[in-house]
């Protein structure tokens, strides 16, 4: 069985400062993990994923994510939040080789970003 | 300009009133998904569709049926069943060599 755990449903940050979207999971199985957002109104979009190659993995709009094994961990990452960084965002795992009807989905954790 | 299409964007379902959700793809994936987003929840699995001609229950099918006859499009319907219906739907296609879901912009479903 495979679950996954956002462990913040919101986080403030600054223009500016680093922002730190924590993610755990549990899985059986060497996962597949993802990260998705959404923004308002929206279908969500990909970010990032790991699939057993490079533990850190880079993504678009300068966002980054870690693989842990030790920790479970996976963890998103950007230096310096920008305003159109405010939205939600989504772990999401996955054992792989089994299709994608196999995705858990975090909870979410709405990022909101102050001038 | 490749995507996914959902339509409507709001839909409003009247007591014991069967309504259906449009999902259209013109990205040639074969793979096809419905999924339900309550707030605070994560997305769950409604229905999914590997093939034409083809599909299978999620997570959540109960009070939902699908059809896939073209490989462009999959229309999600909500019977009169499904007791909770409100909720924020939606659709996706996958690219296998990518590993990557699209995703619609999605339907918000509320009862009258």
């Known amino acids: 069985a495979q679950s996954v755990t956002q462990l913040d449903s919101h986080v403030s940050v600054s223009e500016g400062t680093p922002v730190l979207l924590r993610c755990n999971y549990s899985?059986?199985?060497?996962?597949?993990l993802f990260w998705y957002v959404q923004h308002p109104n929206k279908g969500l979009q990909l970010l990032l994923k790991?699939?057993?190659?490079?533990?850190l993995v880079k993504g678009i709009n300068g966002f980054e994510a870690e693989f842990k094994k030790s920790e479970t961990s996976f963890h998103l990452t950007k230096p310096s939040a920008h305003m159109s960084d405010a939205a939600e965002y989504f772990c999401?795992?996955?054992?792989?080789?089994?299709?994608?009807?196999?995705?858990?989905f975090g909870t979410g954790t709405r990022l909101l970003v102050s001038p | 300009d490749g995507g996914i299409t959902q339509s409507p964007k709001y839909l409003f379902r009247k007591e014991g009133q069967n309504v259906t959700l449009s999902c259209e793809q013109n990205l040639n994936h074969d793979a096809m998904y419905w999924y339900r987003q309550d707030p605070g929840q994560g997305l769950r699995l409604i229905y999914y569709s590997q093939i034409v001609n083809d599909f299978q229950k999620g997570d959540i099918a109960e009070g939902y049926s699908v059809s896939r006859e073209k490989k462009e499009s999959f229309p999600l319907t909500v019977t009169s069943a499904q007791k909770n219906p409100t909720a924020f739907y939606l659709c996706?296609?996958?690219?296998?060599?990518?590993?990557?879901?699209?995703f619609g912009s999605g339907t918000q479903l509320s009862v009258l």
């Open positions: 999401v795992v996955s054992r792989p080789n089994t299709g994608f009807q196999k995705l858990v």
């Open positions: 899985s059986s199985y060497s996962p597949s």
């Open positions: 996706a296609s996958l690219d296998r060599g990518q590993e990557k879901l699209f």
């Open positions: 790991y699939t057993s190659a490079a533990t």
